[in-house]
């Protein structure tokens, strides 16, 4: 789930470690849930991106099978 401050657009990208881009979601509204399947990726660590254009944070998580 999100919540963007102001009513700002932003967006939402899953990388592998590579740096390869692996799942993209726009978000249009100041709040919402995102749901992806992840069941087709490998196991590993990925990183998960924010930006809202005024900011951005990046999160590291491990995906397990």
């Known amino acids: 789930s999100y ?3 102001d009513g700002n657009q932003g967006e939402l990208v899953l990388y592998n470690i590579l ?4 799942k993209r979601e726009s978000l ?3 709040n919402g ?3 992806w399947n992840l069941s087709g990726l490998p196991a590993g660590v990925y990183f998960l991106r ?3 254009g005024a900011k951005s944070t990046t999160s590291r998580f491990l995906l397990l099978h």
């Open 28 to 30: 249009n509204t100041s």
């Open 33 to 35: 849930i995102v749901m």
């Open 50 to 52: 924010l930006d809202t």
């Open 3 to 5: 919540a963007l401050p």
């Open 19 to 22: 740096g390869a881009k692996v």
